[in-house]
């Protein structure tokens, strides 16, 4: 039985039922004792397993395809009228010809399957920030998923009331052929649909393709801000606690900074750091005139491999209860999870990810490179108080970073908004052994937005300078990178809990309790304002940490051009300026 009497709502999921052919549709209301009852069904037909509920209580593991373990973004598409519109680091489609090639994939798509309507929000129901979704899926997976992510149920409709404004999202499994596999973003219409995946990134519609495909032309439209960021506040000794949001490229430890743990030296004197949110952040001006912060979702969807005690223990300790586990081990002796990287002892006895029998053979890995856990956002040991805040946090700072080994310095700030958005639209990192292909590759991630952003790049871009306008009172803006290199490749920044140092310095400069120095691509920290007591890091080191190689420089003012040239002359003037005021400095 439907949940809402809203006729929106209702007309389309019965289009969307007359298509896909369901035997029966089922309204997720919420409810503990619904999500059990699909848990149990999952367990029966083998699409999860339910763990040792001693030592993992609530939890499950699940396995994908062998063919459908990432996100596919050669076949994720930006459906708008206008090609321009989408851009062109988007995969574009006119609109009506891909409704068209996926009604024929959906037609019958779920027969003798259940369709499970699934209300959901992106922030905290009822919020100024909120906005809301209903999600169709043939996955049982997905409902448990969603209900992590976000948050689902009866109150989300009733929230809703009568509006039709809300966010389409139509999944079904399908036959999970992967010629046949799309993640297509309507943005005209507030649509989604994924058809023949199962993997997480590609069918929890509400995480990237809501939160920030879509999200992002909704805030480009109504003045706000849909950003791939992380939420972190930091107390200080005095109690005061200040907020960042932060954008990387992946593989730039952006979970480990969400999630940071004090130095110990920092830790006695009385700090403490807040994770508000791990990867997205809705951005608007609030009635003081300054930016405040939200993270839209409910839980945490991260990569297994490489978290372990040391790595991120906050994001370790999360997954210990009511967590989906996908593409990971099974430890068959203990009926618990195993991936590379959680410690040194492999199990003796246990399943792959695939199921096959794996005994931590060198070559083949127990979990798969992208494995991943659904774990609520509450049980974070350092989840802040203010997470379920309506109103969000207001931010003091935005930092951008990268993968640098030579080039870009420990941290620096831009001279001003508009220089800060360049900043952002430059960033970068350098591919490493991880990553297919050569090594020391500069790929460019704008804001970390690249792959997410659900209109035109350089409007999108025109969009954060128009912004400035908006803000009374403007965060300042600065730059990361902890993987600066000596000589040999090894790292001369430690790290993890040591960047509250940086940080320390960049919230400081916000509040104009630090000093700088200015340099050719903007402000520098003074080395003694960068508190280092406990750090055996020379004077040299840290020098050559905030040094500015300005051949480096001038060769990345060449890639920046190049990039440049890709948006065929469409880049805001304001940028091109900047750029050009960046070669000046280099070459005076």
């Not at 219409?189 to 992002?216: E, H, P, Q, W």
Request: charged share 20%; net charge neutral.
């Amino acid at each position: 039985m439907a949940l809402t009497n809203n006729q929106a709502v209702l007309r389309w999921v019965d289009e969307m039922a007359a298509l896909t052919k369901p035997q029966e549709i089922i309204w997720i209301d919420g409810s503990e004792k619904q999500l059990e009852s699909l848990r149990a069904k999952a367990c029966a037909t083998g699409e999860m397993h339910k763990l040792n509920q001693e030592r993992l209580p609530g939890c499950y593991l699940h396995r994908t395809a062998v063919n459908d373990v990432a996100r596919v973004e050669g076949r994720t598409f930006i459906c708008c009228r206008r090609q321009e519109d989408a851009g062109p680091t988007n995969n574009w489609m006119d609109p009506q010809e891909m409704y068209r090639k996926l009604y024929r994939l959906y037609d019958g798509s779920m027969n003798g399957r259940t369709m499970y309507a699934i209300p959901y929000s992106m922030g905290v129901v009822g919020s100024s920030f909120a906005k809301y979704g209903i999600e169709l899926t043939d996955s049982i997976y997905v409902v448990l998923n969603m209900a992590i992510m976000t948050r689902v149920g009866a109150k989300v409709l009733d929230a809703l009331g009568s509006s039709p404004d809300y966010v389409k999202g139509l999944h079904s499994k399908a036959t999970l052929d992967e010629k046949n596999r799309y993640i297509v973003h309507f943005p005209e219409d507030n649509t989604i649909m994924s058809v023949n995946s199962g993997y997480g990134g590609n069918v929890l519609l509400g995480k990237k393709c809501f939160a920030l495909r879509i999200a992002s032309c909704l805030g480009r439209d109504e003045g706000w801000m849909a950003e791939h960021m992380l939420i972190l506040g930091i107390e200080n000794p005095q109690g005061e606690v200040r907020y960042i949001s932060a954008a990387f490229p992946s593989a730039c430890g952006k979970t480990n900074l969400a999630m940071l743990i004090p130095p110990e030296i920092y830790r006695k004197k009385g700090w403490k750091t807040w994770c508000v949110g791990d990867d997205i952040a809705w951005i608007r001006v609030g009635k003081d005139g300054r930016l405040w912060a939200m993270n839209p979702e409910f839980g945490f969807f991260g990569v297994a491999p490489g978290t372990n005690q040391k790595s991120n223990p906050n994001a370790l300790a999360a997954t210990h209860k009511n967590t989906i586990f996908t593409n990971v081990a099974l430890d068959q002796e203990t009926n618990t999870v195993w991936w590379e990287g959680l410690n040194k002892t492999p199990p003796k006895n246990a399943l792959d990810w695939m199921g096959n029998p794996w005994s931590g053979k060198t070559g083949t890995k127990g979990a798969h490179p992208n494995s991943r856990f659904t774990a609520p956002a509450q049980n974070c040991p350092c989840i802040s108080p203010e997470f379920e805040n309506p109103m969000g946090v207001p931010l003091s700072a935005i930092v951008f970073g990268g993968r640098r080994a030579k080039t870009v310095p420990l941290v620096y700030q831009s001279r001003n908004w508009t220089h800060g958005v360049f900043m952002g639209s430059i960033m970068a990192s350098e591919t490493t052994a991880a990553a297919a292909g050569a090594v020391g590759v500069v790929r460019r991630d704008p804001m970390a937005m690249l792959p997410f952003c659900g209109y035109n790049m350089t409007d999108y871009w025109q969009h954060w300078l128009d912004m400035e306008d908006k803000i009374k009172t403007k965060p300042k803006i600065f730059n990361v990178n902890w993987f600066r290199t000596d000589d040999e490749g090894n790292f001369i920044w430690p790290g993890f809990g040591e960047n509250l140092r940086v940080l320390e310095w960049i919230i400081r400069r916000c509040f104009g309790e630090a000093d700088a120095v200015d340099s050719p691509i903007g402000y520098l920290p003074k080395p003694e304002d960068l508190h280092m007591e406990g750090l055996s890091l020379s004077k040299g080191t840290l020098s050559e940490l905030l040094s500015v190689n300005k051949p480096l420089w001038r060769e990345e003012v060449s890639g920046i051009r190049a990039f440049y040239d890709r948006f065929g002359g469409t880049v805001p003037r304001p940028l091109m300026q900047e750029l050009d005021a960046l070669e000046k400095s280099l070459n005076a």
